[in-house]
């Protein structure tokens, strides 16, 4: 099992210019997470599913739209990406979504918007 | 406002001896406390957890205490290794939350030295 992945692990972006973020999961998880953690900030939530097809807000939702075509896969998208969104991303899944159950998390991608 | 906080930036310690680390939390809802553990340029990774119907829960060398008077945890590790040096996340949940969503602490940076 390869766990967690994540794609690409580093990117570079100007003010404006649009990209996504993948995660791909190979343990069947039903939950899937994505957070940003900022210097010196713990893990926020930007955006969650609960299942394929599902999408929820998280904490920190501006600026960010989320997709769960497939169970295995959560893209985050920037539409216009801006400053303020230069942060380490990190996607997480979980299987049931249960308080009690690990989240297992990916690498990250650094994301730099210059 | 944060509801989960970790006062200590950083903590050294001397290899062999017990590393604590502390954390706070003031939504009275969370019932269900985790410790994560990352390293630089990896994803964080499951530590330890404990359920507020205990006050303490251990693994090994790792030893999480609740005290929910005082909405207060703390993670000891005994006797404390240079691999062990890595940021410490603190996370709380609402059992029985569906989502599983966790709201973490800033992170504690443990440096074990030789």
């Known amino acids: 099992n390869a766990g967690v992945t994540q794609t690409p692990k580093f990117r570079v972006l100007k003010t404006g210019q649009s990209m996504t973020l993948l995660c791909a999961q190979d343990?069947?998880?039903?939950?899937m997470y994505w957070y940003r953690q900022d210097p010196g900030m713990g893990l926020r939530l930007i955006h969650y599913s609960v299942g394929e097809g599902t999408t929820a807000k998280g904490e920190v939702p501006d600026g960010y739209n989320v997709s769960r075509l497939k169970k295995q896969n959560f893209l985050l998208g920037l539409e216009s990406a801006a400053p303020s969104q230069t942060s380490v991303y990190f996607c997480?899944?979980?299987?049931?979504?249960?308080?009690?159950?690990?989240?297992?998390f990916g690498p990250g991608t650094r994301l730099t918007v210059l | 406002d944060q509801q989960v906080k970790q006062n200590s930036p950083s903590l050294s310690v001397q290899e062999g001896r017990i590393s604590i680390l502390n954390c706070d939390y003031t939504?009275?809802?969370?019932?269900?406390f985790l410790w994560y553990k990352k390293y630089p340029a990896e994803g964080p990774t499951f530590l330890i957890s404990i359920s507020s119907i205990k006050d303490k829960n251990e693994d090994g060398r790792f030893t999480v205490f609740l005290n929910k008077s005082a909405k207060h945890l703390s993670l000891h590790i005994v006797p404390s290794q240079p691999g062990d040096s890595a940021v410490y996340f603190c996370a709380a949940s609402v059992y029985g939350g569906s989502q599983g969503n966790l709201i973490f602490g800033k992170g504690t940076k443990l440096s074990v030295k030789p």
């Open positions: 997480a899944s979980v299987l049931a979504g249960g308080s009690t159950d690990t989240q297992y």
């Open positions: 939504n009275s809802m969370f019932d269900y």
């Open positions: 343990m069947n998880h039903e939950y």
